[in-house]
């Protein structure tokens, strides 16, 4: 057998192959987990029923292993044997242990046993040792690379097709940044849109009212208002937030990171190449790259850095300071700020 990368683990389960011993490398929990339960069918199919889990370390105690492997069943199933090494380092006497089933395996003296070793991401010493070369050279091992976060809206595009649905390029990003890399929630995130929406293509403001439904308004919607000059929609979503409980220094931080980024845009607003290229880099496209094209355009340049100025005095307010010039209530200052955005023209 050989290494192989985890797309290639499907094309090596095949009754033809009769593989009786998988190595899965790798410290991505979700894809760790899928390839063993996919394993674990295919060992089902070639009869292996019973299942035995053993998680060792480099002083464990390797005989009852042996005795499972050795274990004839009453009922006449042959057993699936999990071994689990979380640090990857098995000891001296794991390693002889590892080794003996080796060659115990590759001589048939084991028909009734089907083995999965759950290892992590090895370094390089660890692949140069004796028994990490051996099993990869004579057994099936798999290598489970972690998703690049780059790769997350590609990786999140495919798990979405599955279930028949597909989403455009922004709101892929989007989720992919709410998930912050981690694929156990990008997977439940894209569970709960199986369940929530029917087959076909979603928008990006159904996957953000997915995300985000725990409560009736969110800062997203706020955001969006403002930009687009709606102004008692943004009125209303701020008071909405405000009467739902929501922490100011939240809906804050949205804001202000918006503004932050406004700024930064409209520095480059006279030079199309490059405000197509910070679209890029801060991976913003659809119809919300087209809502911030014409907030741009409606306002002046000279605006962004007075409204950055005027997000940080609120958050002066909220900290109990009192900057020149505004309202005691941070509430209310929050809000002429998103007048000062939404109204002008």
């Not at 922490?247 to 931080?253: D, G, I, Q, Y």
């Not at 845009?265 to 199309?272: E, G, K, R, S, V």
């Not at 880099?281 to 409606?298: D, K, P, T």
Request: charged share 20%; glycine share 6%; aromatic share 6%.
């Amino acid at each position: 057998m050989a290494v192989i990368e985890l797309s290639r683990l499907t094309a090596q389960l095949s009754p033809s192959l009769t593989v009786r011993w998988v190595v899965l490398c790798g410290d991505e929990l979700l894809l760790q987990q899928e390839a063993a339960d996919q394993v674990r069918e295919y060992a089902k199919s070639l009869g292996h029923h019973e299942r035995h889990r053993f998680e060792l370390d480099g002083r464990s105690d390797w005989s009852d292993v042996w005795a499972v492997t050795n274990e004839v069943s009453l009922f006449g199933d042959k057993h699936v044997i999990d071994l689990y090494l979380p640090s990857g380092k098995p000891g001296r006497q794991g390693s002889d242990a590892l080794l003996q089933l080796c060659e115990a395996m590759q001589s048939q003296q084991l028909p009734d046993s089907f083995l999965i070793l759950h290892l992590p991401w090895l370094d390089r010493a660890t692949r140069q040792s004796k028994w990490a070369k051996q099993l990869s050279q004579q057994l099936l091992w798999v290598d489970i690379r972690p998703v690049e976060r780059s790769a997350l809206p590609q990786w999140i595009r495919q798990r979405l097709a599955q279930q028949h649905q597909s989403a455009p390029q922004d709101a892929l990003f989007w989720l992919g940044e709410q998930v912050e890399g981690n694929l156990v929630a990008a997977h439940q995130e894209v569970s709960k849109l199986g369940l929530l929406y029917p087959e076909g293509e979603l928008s990006l403001e159904q996957i953000q009212a997915a995300v985000l439904n725990v409560a009736r308004y969110n800062v997203f919607d706020l955001r969006d208002a403002m930009l687009t000059g709606q102004a008692q929609r943004a009125l209303t979503i701020l008071h909405g937030l405000q009467g739902e409980g929501a922490a100011l220094p939240l809906v804050l931080w949205a804001i202000g990171e918006e503004l932050r980024l406004m700024a930064r845009f409209a520095q480059h607003q006279n030079h199309p190449a490059e405000l197509a290229q910070q679209f890029k880099q801060h991976r913003i496209f659809g119809s919300r790259e087209q809502a911030i094209r014409q907030c741009l355009q409606r306002l002046p340049a000279t605006i962004w850095p007075q409204v950055v100025r005027h997000a940080h005095d609120i958050d002066c307010l909220i900290k109990g300071l009192k900057p020149s010039g505004r309202l005691m209530d941070p509430w209310d200052e929050a809000a002429r700020l998103c007048l000062r955005i939404a109204l002008r023209a």
